[in-house]
């Protein structure tokens, strides 16, 4: 169902760095570059600094692990459907709300295309920031 491009050189595999502010990735060169994910957390900040005084130290920190949960499960979901490209397999190994979200979701996957990588560490010297990008078919 998906096209995966040819074989193309994976490229070395990146130091990743959990610290109490994000993920930071270490360049073949020793660069330390913050994640695209912690990146764009950190532009959000101010808003979710004003939730939580709103709900409250707890029921923001309950929020938060139900939501990283969530989006770990779908995020794995997807990283299947990629990879086998079976609808009915997919489904049939999950169980709402993840269903629900994958079908929300399958018209946008369908279109997705000539695939290169699935977590592949890549990084920007230019930009100085890294992240993931995934591919495991040889």
């Not at 595999?13 to 994910?37: A, C, F, M, Q, W």
């Not at 764009?40 to 938060?64: H, R």
Request: aromatic share 10%; net charge negative; proline share 3%.
């Amino acid at each position: 169902m998906f096209t995966f491009q040819p074989k193309v050189p994976l490229l070395e595999d990146l130091e990743s760095i959990t610290t109490d502010k994000g993920r930071v990735y270490v360049t073949p060169d020793g660069n330390e570059y913050v994640s695209v994910t912690t990146f764009l957390n950190s532009i959000s900040e101010s808003y979710l600094d004003q939730w939580k005084k709103e709900v409250g130290e707890k029921v923001a920190e309950e929020v938060s692990l139900r939501a990283r949960s969530r989006g770990t499960r779908y995020h794995n979901l997807v990283e299947k459907y990629l990879k086998c490209g079976d609808r009915k397999q997919v489904l049939e190994s999950t169980h709402w709300p993840m269903k629900e979200m994958f079908i929300d979701s399958e018209e946008t996957l369908n279109r997705i295309n000539n695939i290169h990588f699935i977590e592949q560490a890549l990084y920007s010297d230019r930009l100085r920031i890294a992240g993931r990008v995934y591919r495991d078919w040889e």
